[in-house]
Every structure is written in structure tokens, then in C-alpha cells.
């Protein structure tokens, strides 16, 4: 990323445009100076990954496998959201930080139950994010279907709007799909 470190002001400011109209309270603007310091690794990396998906179980122990995977990579540095622990009352500002300074945003999508719905609108809406995105779409036996966590048991296990999305990942070569772990982790050797 930048040879120059990011201050507090420069993330003050876009906390600022984020909120549209309304400005950090002095706890958020605390918060904030106290968050840069745990932030110094996306920003020293030479290439940092942001990788969003479900915290459900199992889902939060194959995020695990491609983070560990991801920082295999010389230089790398990948993290999920709840790593960065100061206190963000305001998640979405939080994402929008954190999408703004890495370098590529992972996600790894099982289903439509929660994970990271509200974030793939974001990816798709803002280009800046959506040509750093790379999704690992689990594909589905349709015996296994009926095996999901989450209790989805029709064919699709994703919602309409995330398959327009997926559509346009894969148009940019930028969706890989997989059944096993063994498969994951051939998705993310590919990135």
C-alpha cells in the first residue's frame, strides 16, 4: 500500500464524508485516534486483504482458512472485520475504512442467511470496491443442500440479488466457485 502513513486527520475526513451531514462525536473521533494504531498493518502491507463472509458455525472457521491462506503470501496481510477490534460504533463507517485502504476485498459466499449481504451491495454500488472483489461462491450437491446450517433447502441457496452479483464477478474473472475445502483453498491460490 502507501509508503505514507495515514493519519487521524485523513481518516477523520472520510469518516466525515461517510456520514453524510453529520460529523464524529468526540467519543467516535477517540475511537478513531485509538483504531489507527491497530490499522498500521493494512496500511504497511504489500498487499492487504479484506476478507468478509458469515461468522456463523462452520462458516467463521473456513473465513479462518482463507485468511491463514491469504497470509501465506509474502507481504500479505489478511484480516476479517471483527480482527479490528477498537470500538467502531458505526460498522458501516468501519467497512468503508477498511475497504478503502486494502488492496482486495474477499468474499466467500455460502448462502443468502446473513454473512455479508449489506456489504456486496456496497461492493457493487461503489466501482472503486467492486474492482478490488473477489468471491468464492460455494456451489451445492443437491443432497447436500438439505444439509446446510442454515436451514436453505431450495435449489438456490442465493438470493436473487446476490446472482446478479456473482454474474457480474464472474464476467471479470473475478468468481471462483467451490464445493469442498480442498476446493477454497484452490480458489484462493488463484487470487
Known amino acids: 500500500m502507501s509508503e505514507n502513513p495515514v493519519t487521524v486527520d485523513e481518516l477523520a475526513e472520510k469518516a466525515d464524508e ?14 478513531l485516534k485509538q483504531g489507527v ?18 461468522y456463523g458455525q462452520p462458516e467463521i472457521r473456513r473465513l479462518q482458512l482463507v485468511k491463514d491462506r491469504l497470509n501465506r503470501e509474502p507481504g500479505a496481510y489478511a484480516f476479517l472485520m471483527v480482527d479490528i477490534r477498537s470500538e467502531w460504533t458505526n460498522t458501516y463507517l468501519k ?3 477498511l475497504a478503502d485502504y486494502t488492496d482486495t476485498i474477499v468474499g466467500v459466499a455460502e448462502h443468502s442467511q446473513g454473512g455479508f449481504l449489506v456489504e456486496q451491495g456496497y461492493f457493487t454500488a461503489l466501482e472503486e470496491y467492486f474492482t478490488k472483489t473477489h468471491v468464492f461462491k460455494r456451489e451445492y450437491d443437491p443432497l447436500d443442500l438439505e444439509m446446510v446450517d442454515t436451514g436453505v433447502t431450495s435449489e438456490n441457496p442465493y438470493s436473487g440479488m446476490q446472482t446478479v452479483i456473482f454474474e457480474m464477478l464472474d464476467d471479470g474473472g473475478r468468481l ?5 475445502e480442498d476446493d477454497l483453498v484452490e480458489c484462493v491460490d488463484t487470487l
Open 18 to 31: 461517510y456520514l453524510h451531514e453529520a460529523s464524529l462525536t468526540p467519543e467516535e473521533y477517540e475511537a
Open 37 to 54: 494504531a491497530e490499522l498500521t498493518p493494512i496500511f504497511s502491507a504489500e498487499k492487504a486483504y479484506f476478507v468478509l463472509g458469515s
Open 95 to 97: 467497512f468503508r475504512i
Open 176 to 180: 471462483c466457485r467451490w464445493v469442498t
